[in-house]
């Protein structure tokens, strides 16, 4: 049976909650199903506010204008990262400075940040990649001695904690995704955590196209008209009906991946103490959401054997991102600080697993093949990682 590397899940609401939203006559944005996921994060993350937005790359980009990027202005994330995380910023004039990750958790290495800023530095944007929180303790009190903000890239992170604190309420603004290949989907969909509120009146005029549109419908000002810059970021009625469904369920979808990632974490132990693959590290003060599996080959060319041979029985694993400080735009509108040799190693060695909820009769299958097909006539995994 083919095992393609993502399946959308659906809890069996999903089309009635669209349906209901169509009967309510209201499909545009705001509606009231916007509003229920709007409390629901709320009240779960702890966020001073939350606001849905049609894309985690909606949701950065609002928080690049909340965060005032001026053309010039420098703002410090890894490379290893999704083109959005840089893109926000790069649409204001910003100046992404890419540094190297940590070879553990393959997050942004915080002992590299301070040596990165200057003058021009606005911002720091960490990205808790596969839903394990970066070193937050270390990241805010560098953004509080410079007097930078922090925007958490959480699209990965959606209920994982870091210190028992929620991903992406611990900085001034977080991200989320809602994308199909999510914990929780909308298919495509985010939403923009606000957690400094100084900042939440200027987020609800930017979502509304720079309009004072929210303080009208709450009786504030007796017309709205347009007082800023801004877009349409709000998603459509539609979208919000399939994530509450999604949402009413979160408990029930996370405990199922993070059975699956267990599984998988079990299975793969044995290989691990060969030296033919390294598994993920999560820090003991951080709590993962099972958002990935992922496995680190010896080589690139390991895992492109890997890869031919999962296809062969028609399971479908991906490797991720090719680093941004490489890529033709990260050249032109980035730079990087320092040796990204972390970056570079471990990104031709990152092979990620099928990994989506309703898995579970197929992870033996996954294994299988992995274990027939590692490629272990390589030099052993350098003990490096920590």
């Not at 955590?193 to 009146?201: K, S, T, V, Y």
Request: charged share 20%; with cysteine.
């Amino acid at each position: 049976m083919k095992i393609p590397f993502n399946k959308p899940y659906m809890t069996g609401k999903e089309l009635f909650y669209i349906a209901e939203a169509h009967f309510n006559g209201m499909l545009a944005g705001d509606g009231p199903f916007t509003k229920k996921c709007h409390t629901w994060l709320e009240k779960e993350t702890g966020t001073q506010k939350a606001l849905l937005t049609h894309s985690c790359t909606a949701a950065l980009e609002m928080a690049a204008i909340l965060a005032d990027i001026q053309p010039g202005d420098e703002v410090i994330m890894p490379s290893y990262t999704f083109v959005s995380t840089a893109n926000a910023f790069v649409l204001r004039g910003g100046v992404p400075v890419f540094v190297d990750i940590r070879p553990d958790t393959l997050n942004i290495d915080e002992s590299k940040i301070e040596a990165a800023i200057t003058p021009k530095t606005k911002a720091i944007v960490p990205v808790h990649y596969a839903g394990v929180g970066c070193e937050m303790d270390t990241i805010m009190e560098i953004a509080k001695r410079h007097n930078l903000l922090v925007i958490e890239d959480a699209a990965q992170g959606v209920f994982a904690k870091y210190k028992g604190k929620t991903l992406g309420t611990i900085g001034h603004l977080g991200a989320y995704s809602f994308h199909e290949t999510k914990n929780v989907i909308s298919g495509e969909g985010g939403a923009l955590l606000i957690n400094d509120a100084r900042f939440i009146e200027r987020a609800e005029m930017i979502r509304e196209k720079g309009t004072n549109r929210s303080q009208f419908f709450r009786g504030l000002v007796d017309k709205y008209t347009w007082v800023d810059v801004g877009s349409s970021y709000l998603p459509g009625e539609v979208i919000a009906a399939f994530l509450w469904a999604q949402l009413e369920d979160a408990g029930n979808i996370t405990q199922r991946r993070l059975n699956i990632w267990e599984h998988y974490h079990r299975g793969l132990h044995a290989l691990e103490r060969q030296g033919v693959l390294a598994r993920p590290i999560t820090p003991s003060h951080c709590q993962h959401n099972a958002h990935m599996y992922y496995i680190l080959l010896n080589s690139l060319d390991a895992r492109t054997k890997l890869i031919a041979q999962m296809r062969k029985q028609e399971i479908y694993p991906v490797f991720h991102y090719v680093p941004l400080h490489s890529s033709p735009a990260g050249k032109k509108y980035g730079r990087a600080h320092g040796e990204m040799t972390h970056t570079n190693d471990l990104s031709d060695r990152l092979l990620r697993l099928p990994m989506w909820t309703g898995l579970e009769p197929q992870m033996e299958q996954v294994l299988s093949v992995v274990f027939d097909h590692v490629d272990s006539k390589v030099v052993p995994i350098s003990k490096g990682r920590s």
